[in-house]
């Protein structure tokens, strides 16, 4: 059996592009593995966000609800208080005016202004609620 000399010289020549194959998977691998951990560390980030947003309008809900069971709200009232059962805290605020004039026969209405705040890094994200209420008739 002979053995030609070409096939032994392909063999010499092609001794370094196992190396460079294996430098440039791993090249790849680890270009893969940071896009990857950017857009799941961007998901963790945009999950958090929502969850205080979700936070902030549970807590803006349940102050209208206390409102709404009362069934009235006089123009001129202005409260704040701190919502410091969840973390970050939420700062609650509420304004009524009157909404127009009243005139006779027909029941005064208040427009009410409702705020929650809360700080987010840096920043400070808010959501805001305004609304019609009837005011309690003046004798």
């Avoid at 002979?2 to 001794?15: F, V, Y």
């Avoid at 961007?42 to 803006?60: D, F, H, V």
């Avoid at 127009?100 to 029941?107: K, L, P």
Wanted: charged share 20%; aromatic share 6%; proline share 6%.
């Amino acid at each position: 059996m002979c053995m030609s000399w070409r096939p032994l010289s392909r063999i010499r020549n092609g001794r370094g592009s196992v190396l460079i194959e294996i430098l440039l998977s791993v090249v790849i691998l680890s270009t893969s593995l940071t896009f990857i951990i950017r857009a799941m560390g961007s998901s963790a980030m945009a999950l958090e966000y929502g969850a205080r947003y979700t936070l902030g309008l549970i807590n803006l809900e349940n102050q209208t609800s206390d409102i709404l069971r009362r069934g009235f709200i006089a123009p001129g009232v202005h409260e704040e208080k701190e919502l410091t059962e969840t973390k970050p805290s939420y700062h609650y605020s509420l304004t009524t005016t009157p909404w127009q004039e009243t005139r006779e026969g027909v029941s005064p209405i208040s427009q009410v202004d409702i705020k929650i705040v809360w700080r987010s890094g840096k920043r400070e994200d808010q959501v805001t609620v305004q609304t019609l209420l009837p005011s309690p008739k003046v004798p």
